[in-house]
């Protein structure tokens, strides 16, 4: 099986950044697409960003659009997400996804990449914005 690690939560003020990091191992294959999520205390898990490895296509949730970008290295099996100008509403447990059927989890349908169907999943890196 894949196993998919998150690093890089923390604790920051409004208005403050991070930098999340998932690596996965061992590599999932050629083809895949890979999706941050997050769930707050009583809520439900939502889709935050994906990409398409192959192209780099990515998709987002309105919630943060122009906030918040994703991105791969994969050559070190690597998805980033670059979150800026965190709110208190962004308080979350965030989780890193991964991936092979690149059909369900078409990266040119939001509502379709963004959705909780992904194969694999990590543990989660809780980010804290006060």
């Known amino acids: 099986d894949v196993q998919l690690v998150e690093s890089g939560g923390g604790s920051v003020p409004f208005g403050g950044s991070l930098k999340l990091s998932c690596v996965a191992s061992?590599?999932?294959?050629?083809?895949?697409?890979m999706g941050w999520f997050r769930q707050a205390p009583r809520k439900q898990r939502e889709g935050i960003a994906a990409?398409?490895?192959?192209?780099?296509?990515?998709a987002y949730a309105d919630s943060v659009k122009g906030r918040f970008s994703i991105s791969r290295d994969n050559a070190k099996n690597t998805v980033y997400l670059q979150m800026n100008d965190l709110k208190p509403e962004d308080t979350a447990m965030y989780f890193c996804?991964?991936?092979?059927?690149?059909?369900?989890?078409?990266?040119?349908?939001?509502?379709?990449?963004?959705?909780?169907?992904?194969?694999?999943w990590g543990q989660g890196t809780q980010v804290t914005v006060s």
């Open positions: 990409i398409y490895t192959v192209t780099g296509s990515t």
């Open positions: 061992p590599y999932p294959g050629s083809d895949y697409s």
């Open positions: 996804a991964a991936s092979d059927d690149i059909v369900a989890v078409d990266i040119n349908t939001p509502r379709l990449c963004l959705r909780p169907i992904y194969n694999y």
